[in-house]
């Protein structure tokens, strides 16, 4: 599936059009799907929410309440990019703790959702001095996975004077292999689908059709190598503007990719 997530919603309906997934997640914790805002949303949903191990701990109830109110195909991950905020062992405890939830809401209802966990692609880097597997949640007692799904947010590495108008020099351009195989070849490893929830490129200033190149590979080798999702994030980050306005080609270039599916 093709998807993405903007902080424009506006200007990317009219310019990209129906996504079959939407990133989605929510700054704390919402007591109802309706609550999160994003009900409305057409297609399927990669969704994350906000809240501390030690406090997943003590709100199974209001989880479980919650996770009874989502759609039964929604995606669904205990926070996104943990590594530097809590430890590793109190992370793959509070992944348990909702995979748990989620599978026995699925029994109850016939549900199909999904688990995620959700780690920076930087973190599957072999010199990024970081374990994977450590924030992986393994397997429970009947030998099944906790986590569906094993997910990234990776963005091709910024460099030069002009990353926060969107542009950059070119140098040190991560193909879409360099970008992906560390998290496929980690998925296989412990035998899960693997996703990609945030994926951005800066235009390239020496070369106009650059990101939209790259935009169409990314696309093409995250299905040929069995993705469950590649999700473009159409916004500013802290190290660049990854939006897609800033060509024409790559806004082509994108709805493209999503029209054909």
Do not use: C
């Not at 990019?81 to 703790?97: L, Q």
């Not at 992986?136 to 906790?146: C, E, I, L, T, V």
């Not at 070119?170 to 996703?195: E, H, Y």
């Not at 993705?227 to 473009?232: F, I, K, L, P």
């Amino acid at each position: 599936m093709v998807g993405g997530w903007s902080n424009d919603q506006a200007w990317f309906n009219a310019n990209i059009g129906k996504l079959e997934i939407y990133r989605a997640y929510s700054p704390g914790f919402k007591s109802s799907w309706s609550q999160t805002g994003y009900a409305s949303r057409p297609g399927l949903v990669d969704y994350s929410f906000d809240m501390s191990p030690s406090q997943v701990a003590g709100a199974s109830s209001q989880i479980k309440a919650f996770v009874a109110t989502t759609p039964k195909n929604l995606i669904i991950s205990f926070d996104h990019e943990p590594e530097v905020t809590y430890s590793a062992s109190s992370f793959r405890a509070a992944t348990r703790t909702v995979a748990n939830i989620v599978h026995a809401q699925n029994r109850a209802d016939g549900g199909a959702r999904r688990v995620e966990v959700i780690l920076m692609g930087y973190t599957f880097r072999s010199n990024s001095g970081r374990n994977p597997s450590d924030w992986w949640p393994g397997r429970d007692a009947q030998g099944k996975n906790y986590a569906d799904i094993i997910s990234e947010d990776v963005y091709s590495d910024p460099q030069g004077p002009n990353t926060l108008k969107g542009y950059t020099n070119g140098v040190n351009w991560r193909t879409s292999a360099q970008l992906f195989d560390p998290v496929i070849n980690f998925a296989k490893s412990v035998g899960a689908r693997w996703s990609v929830s945030e994926l951005g490129f800066l235009e390239d200033s020496t070369d106009a059709t650059h990101k939209a190149r790259a935009i169409k590979d990314a696309v093409s080798y995250a299905e040929a190598h069995n993705a469950v999702a590649v999700e473009y994030w159409d916004s500013i980050g802290r190290r660049g503007d990854w939006r897609l306005r800033h060509s024409t080609a790559a806004t082509t270039a994108f709805r493209q990719a999503v029209q054909a599916g």
